[in-house]
């Protein structure tokens, strides 16, 4: 057994070169074993096969049979759960002159290293392992696994040169020699002490996929290893053959003595003819099935309470495990992604069953540099999401949809200051007048939007030189201040816009909202009277003039809470198009935010508008990121639909049952997600990230929750404001 990890037992060591660990030499994407085979590693990503819609899991369950099923060579499954630390995937993000970078992102550190040590959070990642007698056989056998995996729609990565010797290491030094001392109950290795379990019986009932998830999602530093190695027919027969006959002997010998038979050799009776009768009848192949945990600890108390919660887990299962005692080196190799079984506690199954086995049952969100949100509920693990990180998400387009009081902004607040501490700028539509504390704290640009300030938006200004669209923004323009407009009335509109233009370009300015007044007023004049409202006094003031909007860089706002109502949907169309023609202008990560969205939909040029944006963002790597409390004004207009549902990353908070309905159908919800939605308190999300999903709660750092919980600047004392902070009144999040 000690040549599995030196291959000079009598001193234990060994001088070892780079890329070697014991006696496996790892040579680019292969492993060399002793014996002469090779072996691959496959790194996968992250599904919870219980939480995706029906559809979703029982393709994914098929493709994972279908592998079982033409299994050729030995298969390890290890799941490698690992403590968690407040650096794990985190980004420094950009250098930046404003001072609050800094500060935020030490704050954000200093929170999440509080939070980990007070309440231990855990991070999983899935491998498979496979072996091989020759290197063709193996790259084969690779691909066989990696298609399948990528056809139930998770990344599938094979490992290669440091990053496959350290996945094989588990923590041992690579290139080093490899010291350990046995023990009857634990090994170890230096500082570090394992102690293996293994499987020793499987569940006396029908199981289905998930069966083995109490096992999987312990919360103890530990390696799971399921090994699935293929038998031959007849060896499986005939040891079914021989357990039936010691079955039914073992039966017969208590029905002589007057005894009660035991229900345990009952059950593995029928088992027993069951299995031989599907062999037998090729509804699957025969496997030799083992089951292995192997917990890491310190010190032996560690050890002893680690593998009490494995025990548990186990029986949790409805299944029982055992110690590997004088054999925990065994089970360590076992558990190491090798393909090698060095502990062979197998159980003959077949394919079928040991499909149940799948290990994608436990899913986080720990995206490399993403932004830190909060926790999930579950397992109180750290949740970053990197919108713009191409390899996880389709796009970097974010839906926020919760009903009022249930953290919706804040949520918002929180993303555009992680955002803000990466280098990161945004744009946000602000109809509230709420963000403007935060715009301040990051030394951002705050803009009012309103009759009778210095501010003022052109449409003519939204083609940025291109003719056509800007023609194309004044017609939308005209037709959102007229409530609608036929083709016959566009057109008259597209004509007197044309004329304005070659008439201002031939005096040498840009044109303006008041130039299309004469043509209109000969060719429309129930149009021109509606126009000319919106060119004189103080309408004209922000909707007639040079535009004033400056929103190049750095995070900035427009806040529209002063903007009269009937004028919402033209203001915001005039800025959302000139958002668009920056977006193009200047492609670069960038968030578009456009809060209480839900009600701007009710513009059918703003809603096109939406849809374009949310259609076309990825490609010039910008993110449209919209939020609203009513999801209903989104789900129930096509257009709304395509921007909600065209989101790779989707928040939902609290919503009344006939909201959830709709929900249910148009992001495909399970009935529990749907019930949590409906029962969530504030502050509570369901985060749908692809096919991630996971229940969260907001949580930011005191100096985050100062920012986002500060009344709007210009708020009178003594009047109550809906800002989100706890102890205000009409608070909007805990």
């Known amino acids: 057994m000690r040549d599995l990890i030196a291959p000079s037992p009598p001193s234990r060591r060994a001088s070892r070169r780079l890329g070697t660990v014991g006696p496996y030499v790892v040579e680019g994407e292969c492993v060399h074993h002793p014996d002469g085979q090779r072996s691959a590693v496959i790194r996968t990503g992250e599904l919870n096969i219980e939480e995706v819609d029906a559809t979703r899991r029982v393709a994914a369950l098929a493709s994972f049979a279908r592998l079982c099923h033409t299994l050729e060579a030995p298969l390890q499954l290890v799941v490698r759960v690992r403590p968690q630390t407040a650096d794990d995937g985190t980004s420094r993000g950009q250098a930046g002159s404003q001072v609050g970078r800094a500060e935020l992102e030490g704050a954000m550190r200093e929170h999440w290293a509080e939070r980990l040590r007070a309440a231990p959070a855990f991070r999983r990642e899935v491998l498979i392992a496979t072996r091989a007698a020759t290197a063709d056989t193996l790259r084969a056998d690779t691909h066989r696994a990696m298609d399948a995996v990528r056809a139930m729609g998770i990344a599938a990565e094979r490992l290669r040169d440091e990053e496959l010797a350290r996945a094989i290491a588990a923590g041992l030094h690579v290139g080093a020699p490899v010291e350990w001392s046995l023990h009857p109950q634990h090994v170890a290795f230096g500082d570090l002490l394992v102690r293996g379990f293994a499987l020793r019986r499987l569940p006396s009932h029908p199981v289905t996929v998930g069966w083995l998830a109490p096992v999987l999602r312990v919360d103890v530093d530990c390696d799971l290893a399921i090994h699935m190695i293929p038998a031959s027919l007849g060896a499986a027969l005939s040891s079914l053959g021989r357990r039936l006959r010691d079955f039914s002997a073992h039966r017969m010998l208590e029905a002589e003595r007057g005894g009660v038979g035991d229900v345990h050799v009952d059950i593995a009776l029928d088992a027993a003819f069951q299995l031989r009768g599907r062999l037998a009848r090729s509804l699957g192949r025969p496997l030799h099935l083992s089951v292995t945990a192997v917990v890491r600890g310190e010190t032996l108390e560690q050890l002893h309470q680690r593998g009490d919660v494995v025990r548990l887990a186990f029986q949790s299962a409805l299944t029982g495990c055992e110690p590997a005692h004088f054999r925990h080196l065994a089970a360590f190799v076992t558990s190491l992604p090798l393909a090698v079984d060095a502990l062979g506690a197998v159980k003959l199954v077949e394919s079928g069953a040991a499909a149940t086995c799948a290990p994608w049952v436990a899913a986080g969100c720990a995206d490399p540099g993403g932004y830190r949100l909060g926790q999930t509920l579950r397992s109180r693990s750290p949740v970053r999401v990197a919108p713009f990180d191409t390899s996880r998400h389709a796009n970097a387009n974010i839906a926020v949809l919760a009903t009022s009081g249930h953290g919706k902004s804040f949520a918002l607040g929180a993303l555009v200051l992680e955002a803000a501490a990466r280098g990161v700028d945004a744009v946000i539509i602000d109809p509230e007048g709420e963000y403007e504390p935060l715009i301040r704290a990051v030394h951002g640009t705050y803009l009012v939007l309103a009759p009778g300030t210095d501010s003022a938006v052109n449409v003519f200004d939204a083609g940025d030189g291109d003719a056509d669209e800007s023609i194309g923004a004044v017609v939308d323009l005209v037709s959102v201040l007229c409530g609608g407009l036929g083709d016959v009335e566009r057109a008259i509109v597209d004509a007197a816009a044309r004329d304005a233009r070659v008439r201002a370009m031939s005096e040498g300015r840009a044109p303006l909202l008041g130039d299309c007044l004469s043509a209109l007023e ?27 909007v400056r929103l190049d860089r750095g995070v900035c706002a427009v806040s529209l809470r002063d903007t009269p109502a009937e004028h919402m949907g033209a203001a915001t169309l005039i800025v959302a198009r000139w958002l668009w023609r920056l977006v193009r202008d200047d492609p670069r990560p960038r968030h578009i935010v456009f809060d209480e969205v839900g009600a701007l939909c009710a513009h059918p040029p703003l809603r096109a508008l939406l849809v374009q944006l949310a259609r076309r963002c990825r490609k010039y790597g910008a993110s449209l990121v919209v939020a609203t409390q009513n999801a209903q004004d989104l789900l129930d207009t096509a257009e709304g639909s395509v921007v909600a549902t065209n989101c790779a990353i989707v928040l939902l908070g609290g919503h009344r049952p006939a909201e959830t309905a709709r929900m249910e159908q148009a992001f495909g919800l399970t009935g529990a997600q749907r019930r ?10 369901l985060l749908l990230a692809g096919d991630r999903r996971l229940e969260i709660r907001v949580d930011v750092p005191p ?9 709007p600047l210009d708020a009178r004392p003594g009047q109550p404001q809906d800002v989100g902070a706890p102890g205000r009144a009409d608070p909007k999040m805990w």
């Open 522 to 548: 000969r060719s429309a004049p129930q149009i021109a009277v509606v126009v000319r409202r919106f060119c004189a006094g103080a309408l004209g003031r922000l909707f007639n003039r040079t535009t004033s």
């Open 676 to 685: 949590f939605l409906e029962a969530a308190a504030r502050g509570e999300f």
């Open 703 to 711: 100096l985050h929750h100062e920012i986002l919980s500060a009344p």
